[in-house]
Nanobody
């Protein structure tokens, strides 16, 4: 399995925006859905936003609803996460992968997002 490659993270101030990108393998896109996950300091990795590939329907964890938007370019096996109104609690390492996560699918290096207050 090929690891996803995430990019677009950075250091921003609260209220600012970032757009994350992830290029994943075709096997990641062969499932029903893909997602962005976040690992924050002292917390387990958790899903942030998911998109169902055939319908385009999306779901978000409550903390980011209305601020984050997930989208895909299926032809390019790319997943995007537009993050607006960033808050310090959004700080973490962001990863993409199938949704739900499958143990046999490797994780990428992630992209670091740091939001200062």
């Amino acid at each position: 399995q090929v690891q996803p490659v995430e990019s677009g993270g950075g250091l921003v101030q609260a209220g600012e925006s970032l757009r994350l990108s992830c290029v994943a393998s075709e096997s990641v896109f062969s499932g029903p859905a893909v997602a962005w996950y976040r690992q924050s300091p002292y917390k387990q990795r958790e899903y942030v936003a998911a998109i169902f590939l055939s319908s385009g329907s999306t779901k978000y964890r409550d903390a980011v609803e209305g601020r984050f938007t997930i989208s895909t370019d299926n032809a390019e096996n790319t997943i995007y996460l537009q993050m607006n109104g960033l808050k310090p609690e959004d700080t973490g390492i962001y990863y993409c992968n199938r949704f739900p996560a499958v143990p046999s699918f490797p994780w990428g290096q992630g992209t670091h997002v740091t939001v200062s207050s």
